[in-house]
Nanobody, 117 residues
Framework: QVQLVESGGGLVQPGGSLRLSCVASGFSFSTSAMSWYRQAPGEVREFVASSFNGGRSTNYASSVKGRFTISRDNAKKTVYLEMNSLKPEETGVYYC??????????WGQGTQVTVSS
């Protein structure tokens, strides 16, 4: 059974930092592309960052480049998202997504991030 469990969300002030984690099980983590997406209230879900080629390659949305860092620990089957200099408009639910080598997509349940003073 595939599971993706996110954690690390919460309330943070503008300019602050958070580190999200996503623990995976039930599929081949090391060969899967792992991504983070977010969804603001009333908005469509948008891409934030991805890690693929076992972690050797990464890709970021232009809006977060230089402030967010995606990383992964294949031994722990965990992907992280380090977020710095957070902005109020980045409030939303952050989701972890796995895309397996067979092109199956799996999503976690999401973790809420609120950026507010």
């Amino acid at each position: 059974q595939v599971q993706l469990v996110e954690s690390g969300g919460g309330l943070v002030q503008p300019g602050g930092s958070l580190r999200l984690s996503c623990v995976a099980s039930g599929f081949s983590f090391s060969t899967s592309a792992m991504s983070w997406y977010r969804q603001a209230p009333g908005e469509v879900r948008e891409f934030v960052a991805s890690s693929f080629n076992g972690g050797r390659s990464t890709n970021y949305a232009s809006s977060v480049k230089g402030r967010f860092t995606i990383s992964r620990d294949n031994a722990k089957k965990t992907v992280y998202l380090e977020m710095n200099s957070l902005k109020p408009e980045e409030t939303g639910v952050y989701y972890c997504k796995a895309q397996t080598s067979s092109d199956y997509d799996y999503w976690g349940q999401g973790t809420q991030v609120t950026v507010s003073s």
